[in-house]
């Protein structure tokens, strides 16, 4: 059987199947694997170990040896990302209070702020070049909630103590730092990173209940082409003004698979998010798999426009 080709063929695959299956066995059988012990351990209790273990893989690939172009039009891409998921959503949580049409702030910050690494390494290996490549290093810091859950506290939408602020980044620091101490780590665990993103997925799918979900479908697409569409526009506009073609911009208009676990991430550190907190993870798998199948769509129609621009040359 070919599973495993199977769950790829789906956008965040390894993310969003065992994501909907946690979901699917939360809302059916709830207690089945709650049986003690270790396999109890894979139910929604185990969620924040996986997510550490994963943001300190994330940390050992940030390596300090990139480029001065590269780094200034990464941070350029970054500012530019983060910045228009900041506007928006405090205008959200200020003219709409925190949700409109059916989108809350919670959802809009964690799917627009966070790019599918994957995804733009492999779309600007394919169209852009190495120094596109190269702007994901500075990018990487979106990676995890801990710039979403920065945003809110100091917008004054959560309280959530500065300490649990810093265990949540202080996983991806350590990685960081072996990372750059030691090649071989880096190399290490960068290769084995994938291996633990479906046991996240699918303990944070176990949190979530589908009947409490059942109105993410229209919202959730439409949260998908926003963060094509907007992030797109800012981040092709920011790459071209710090010299670059448009491509790196384009390939960063998505948002990552591991955003689904944002929302729970910040209702773990303050729960007056936890009842929001379902429904938001859902519409932000739902724009991990449109902005999956558009932003390639973007980033192949800026390469091209580029090439025919250069031909007329």
Known sequence: MKIYQTINKVPGGLMVVPLFIGMLLNTFAPNALKIGGFTQALTNQGYPTFLAMYLFTVGTKMTLNAAPTMLKRGFGILFAKVGIAIAISLAIAHFFNGDIVGLTTLAVLAAMNDTNGGMFLALTSTFGSKEDAGTYVPQSIETGPFL?????????LAVIPWMTMFSVIAPIIAGAILGNLDSDLRDFFGKHEPIIIPFMAFTLGQGINLSAVTTAGLPGILLGLSVLVITG???????????????????????????????????????????IAPLATVQVAASVIVTAVLTPVLTAYIYRRNKKKLEAQ
């Open 148 to 156: 979403t859950m920065l945003v809110l506290v100091g917008a004054g």
């Open 233 to 275: 526009i800012v981040c092709i506009l920011a790459d071209r003004l710090l010299g670059g073609s448009g491509v790196a911009g384009a390939a960063a208009s998505s948002t990552a698979g591991n955003a689904t676990g944002t929302p729970q991430a910040v209702a773990l550190a303050d729960p007056s998010f936890a009842a």
